[in-house]
């Protein structure tokens, strides 16, 4: 498997069966996304912000390097899905 696929079913996963859909994204306005894919990347020297899960990054934790930083990538591609989303929304709102 390659990079990009770790990173296609992660986000696939995320969205099936955690339930983590764009619509729902849109509350992290604030860049949360992009910080707790930083967290992952940069393993702890990053503070999160305290809208994620203790449990959830417990859980992350135990997971192999590859699946952490494909975790981080598919954080970026929920970011990209959200800000798509906004401008789809700015765009209906504008017409």
Do not use: W
Request: glycine fraction near 6%; hydrophobic fraction near 40%; charged fraction near 25%.
């Amino acid at each position: 498997m390659t990079g990009i696929e770790l990173i296609a079913k992660e986000r696939q996963e995320q969205i099936e069966r955690h339930g983590f859909l764009p619509d729902g994204d849109l509350k992290y306005e604030k860049g949360e996304l992009l910080h707790f894919a930083d967290y992952m990347i940069f393993s702890n020297n990053v503070k999160l912000p305290n809208c994620f899960n203790t449990d959830i990054i417990n859980h992350l934790h135990t997971k192999s390097r590859i699946e952490q930083l494909a975790v981080a990538g598919a954080l970026l591609a929920a970011e990209i899905d959200r800000r798509l989303l906004v401008e789809r929304n700015k765009q209906i709102n504008a017409s």
